[in-house]
């Protein structure tokens, strides 16, 4: 959602407004136009909002406007805690984009890679640290990190470091802090848990929150479609021939289960990858690096991925498996819909996850109806099918798995029925890197 104010009128440097309309901005969402205001001010702010609208320039831009005008120094005066290696990526990205016009220096540092480069970059000096907590504390504990000069200190996606058990660590961080600081915190829900922690360490926050924060976005259609999970690869294909998408995120809950698609993806023609923590940290870039600039059609993902991902013009969202805590499903389907795009979410539903399902409409408060299988012609899904009422003179007609429709590879065989890896008309041509 866009306001009809500029950003000019939220009163950032000009260097910060000029940098925004390069990155292709023009008016601040909602949150961003409720949120930096009072961060400018230097109050402590909670805020609130739905996945996908915005929260991290809500405090990068205010962050960068602030430091701008502060003398220059070599000392950590900003840190932003982040739950995930990709988030704090995605974040310091954000940083060094609004931030270009300015002689701001940011970095981020997490585990799993070298911590002597990090520790490199840091010894040069940087206005901005973006970190992982638990890299952090052991930056800290080896007297690596001074944090006597900070003078903001962020919490973004505060719920899901706390899901984490990230608690005790943001404890330590925060006592190596000086205490007059500004705080902001950014959470998708102000659950009790967060209230508790915002009492530990917030001095009478200012809270911005939109209305109902656990839902997604109003951009993303979503759909749920009954399966027995022993049809769902066969299934997950089908969708993917038929809806002929080629640029699709698709979640599960285990490190095995995203290998395991993503070769049964393989198999049936389709250009999948998985990624999971089990993955190095140079490999998980790469492969995100790939999907962005479109080497392969569908990244398969544990929740890891979830919040750390910022993927421009991501149409859909397929979730294999529906998460465990229902908060997570907002994440997920998150990830598309971004930024006012038009997005779409779908969930194989099993009769085991029917409890699930419960929890996540208990959430959102919507009732997220389980709907017949989309019907296809000419390889192609027709949306019209899914979203309106059947016709009474055409039926819809669910997927014949037995029968071999487009897409499907029956497992016992090399190929599907058709006689292919990919129905007629669906293949696409990916760049080779070079």
């Known amino acids: 959602m866009s306001n009809n104010i500029s950003f000019s009128a939220l009163g950032l440097d000009e260097s910060l407004i000029q940098a925004v309309h390069e990155a292709g901005y023009q008016n601040p969402t909602l949150i961003q136009a409720k949120?930096?205001?009072?961060?400018?001010t230097g109050r402590d702010l909670m805020a609130s909002a739905q996945t996908g609208t915005g929260k991290t320039a809500s405090?990068?831009?205010?962050?960068?406007?602030?430091?701008?005008?502060?003398?220059?120094s070599k000392a950590i005066r900003a840190l932003v805690l982040v739950p995930t290696r990709e988030l704090a990526i995605q974040v310091d990205h954000s940083f060094q984009t609004y931030g270009k016009h300015t002689a701001i220096k940011t970095t981020a540092v997490y585990g799993g890679v070298d911590i002597e480069e990090q520790l490199q970059v840091l010894?040069?000096?940087?206005?901005?640290?973006?970190?992982?907590?638990?890299?952090?504390?052991?930056?800290?504990?080896?007297?690596h990190i001074q944090l006597d000069s900070l003078r903001i200190l962020v919490l973004d996606e505060a719920?899901?470091?706390?899901?984490?058990?990230?608690?005790?660590?943001?404890?330590?961080?925060?006592?190596?802090?000086?205490?007059?600081?500004?705080?902001?915190?950014?959470?998708?829900?102000f659950a009790k848990d967060i209230k508790q922690?915002?009492?530990?360490?917030?001095?009478?926050?200012?809270?911005?929150?939109?209305?109902?924060?656990?839902?997604?976005?109003?951009?993303?259609?979503?759909?749920?479609?009954?399966?027995?999970?022993q049809d769902k690869p066969e299934i997950l294909s089908y969708l993917i021939h038929g809806g002929r998408w080629q640029k699709v995120l698709v979640f599960v809950r285990t490190k095995k289960a995203a290998n395991k698609v993503a070769e049964l993806l393989a198999e049936d023609g389709i250009n999948a990858r998985a990624i999971h923590s089990d993955k190095s940290q140079y490999l998980r870039i790469?492969?995100?690096?790939?999907?962005?600039?479109?080497?392969?059609?569908?990244?398969?993902?544990?929740?890891?991925?979830?919040r750390g991902l910022d993927i421009e013009q991501l149409p859909l969202v397929i979730n294999y498996d529906l998460p465990k805590v229902p908060r997570d499903y907002v994440h997920r389907i998150g990830r598309?819909?971004?930024?006012g795009q038009k997005g779409r979410a779908i969930s194989l539903v099993n009769p085991e996850e029917k409890t699930l399902l419960a929890g996540i409409r208990q959430l959102i408060k919507k009732p997220l109806e389980i709907e017949p299988l989309p019907y296809f012609e000419d390889g192609e899904v027709r949306p019209a099918e899914i979203d309106a009422p059947v016709s009474k003179t055409r039926k819809r007609s669910k997927p014949d798995l037995k029968a071999g429709k487009p897409g499907?590879?029956?497992?016992?065989?090399?190929?599907?029925?058709?006689?292919?890896?990919?129905p007629a008309g669906t293949a696409s041509k990916k760049k080779k890197r070079p």
């Open 336 to 339: 598309t819909g971004r930024a």
């Open 286 to 306: 790469r492969t995100l690096e790939d999907f962005k600039d479109n080497y392969f059609d569908v990244l398969v993902a544990t929740d890891v991925a979830a």
């Open 35 to 40: 949120s930096i205001p009072m961060a400018l």
């Open 59 to 72: 405090f990068t831009l205010p962050i960068l406007h602030r430091l701008a005008q502060m003398r220059a």
């Open 123 to 143: 010894q040069e000096g940087v206005d901005v640290l973006v970190a992982t907590p638990g890299r952090l504390v052991d930056m800290i504990n080896r007297k």
């Open 408 to 422: 499907i590879k029956h497992r016992s065989g090399n190929k599907s029925h058709n006689g292919s890896r990919k």
């Open 159 to 189: 719920d899901r470091m706390l899901d984490l058990g990230f608690h005790d660590d943001i404890q330590r961080i925060v006592q190596h802090a000086p205490a007059k600081r500004q705080n902001l915190l950014f959470s998708a829900t």
């Open 197 to 229: 922690l915002a009492h530990e360490f917030m001095r009478h926050p200012v809270k911005v929150e939109l209305e109902n924060p656990d839902s997604a976005a109003n951009t993303v259609s979503q759909s749920f479609y009954p399966v027995d999970q």
